[in-house]
């Protein structure tokens, strides 16, 4: 055999014996059906090819559910076999399986594993990409998930009592594209975008509007919205609600309008965590649980005058806990660190989450 033969069959052969080597895991099982839930943990941010410590320390918390808030891997791809592959790395990842065996799964998406960097609907394979992502979270059959475009998806547990919904947002499918800040302008900070004021321009988009102002008018008594990026930090020049100032005003506006009460937000998206806290007149406080990231880091804190306490630097994950024993009870709120320290810590009584 020449040696122009032998390295076309490596050339061939090899990629065939490196799939038959990679590792069948089982698939993850999502939260369906939970009759109560009172510690909900949450993070984002996890490259698939990295170790994921973070996780076994929230498996150690022993939630009742863990929502994955995007970036849960980095596809950055349009082509589908590499993201499959990619998702497959991340369900073979050992502290994954150990968390699934705890807590059963809840997930949106952000930009890197929807396909494109800071990425909205221009992205050509929405539906390719959206179609990997059901497959991989288990998304049940039946789902109403599939019948629509887009990610978003609700779901309650628990009695009427301790009724958790968990309202999924799709920050991507529907975006408009961001705004470029001028490189001259400082009055912008140093980072890369500027508020869209357009009235005209939509983070979600008219369907999933119409459909999250019936999501919010069923009854809960505790609701937590889950969204790729931040809702309650102010501007600071990157990804966020901030960049769409009337798309953030609609939803308090929408939270008001339903008379939705108990509403808090969780989000991932920045390699940081911090608690925010959004106030707005004749309005209950709209905090934002920010986990990020189950293994990335970012060099500096960026600018938040919402922030509550510090922020935490390090790898961390979320913990939200309820304590439905109290006549009022008490939600708290938490990040813990790649070490194990509790960072973050901030306690709210339901009541205070009331008009």
């Known amino acids: 055999m020449s040696d122009s033969m032998k390295q076309f069959l490596i050339l061939v052969l090899f990629p065939i014996t490196a799939m038959a080597q990679q590792p069948v895991c089982p698939p993850v099982t999502a939260a369906v059906g939970l009759k109560s839930v009172s510690r909900i ?7 698939q090819d990295k170790p994921q410590p973070v996780l076994s320390l929230a498996a150690a918390q022993r939630p009742d559910v863990f929502v994955w808030l995007g970036d849960n891997i980095y596809g950055d791809t349009e082509d589908m076999a590499l993201l499959a592959s990619k998702y497959a790395m991340l369900g ?17 998406w952000d930009d890197h594993d929807y396909g494109v960097n800071d990425g909205g609907k221009e992205y050509p394979k929405k539906a390719e990409s959206k179609a990997e992502f059901l497959k991989f979270w288990n998304e049940p059959v039946g789902s109403k998930r599939y019948g629509h475009d887009g990610i978003y998806h609700a779901v309650t547990f628990g009695a009427k009592e301790k009724a958790v919904q968990f309202i999924m947002l799709d920050g991507r499918t529907f975006r408009d594209t961001l705004l470029w800040r001028a490189k001259k302008d400082s009055s912008h900070f140093r980072n890369d975008y500027r508020p869209n004021y357009d009235p005209a321009s939509t983070l979600l988009g008219a369907a999933q509007w119409a459909w999250l102002d019936s999501v919010l008018r069923q009854p809960a008594r505790l609701r937590i919205i889950c969204t790729g990026t931040q809702f309650g930090i102010s501007y600071n020049g990157y990804e966020a609600w901030a960049n769409f100032p009337i798309e953030r005003q609609r939803m308090v506006d929408a939270i008001k309008r339903t008379r939705a009460e108990g509403v808090v937000f969780i989000s991932g998206d920045v390699h940081y965590g911090e608690l925010s806290c959004l106030r707005a007149p004749g309005f209950y406080p709209l905090y934002d649980l920010t986990s990020s990231g189950i293994t990335q880091t970012w060099p500096h804190v960026e600018a938040n ?9 390090k790898n961390n994950f979320g913990l939200i806990e309820v304590d439905w024993a ?30």
Do not use: M
Request: aromatic share 6%; net charge positive.
């Open 92 to 108: 073979c990842r050992p502290e994954l399986q150990e968390l699934n065996k705890v807590a059963p799964f809840l997930a949106v």
């Open 305 to 313: 005058t919402n922030r509550l306490g510090k922020a935490v630097r």
């Open 41 to 47: 943990g949450l993070g984002s941010c996890a490259r």
């Open 326 to 355: 109290q006549p009022d009870p008490t939600i708290t709120f938490s990040l813990t660190d790649a070490k194990g320290r509790r960072k973050v810590y901030h306690n709210v009584k339901l009541s205070e989450l009331r008009f």
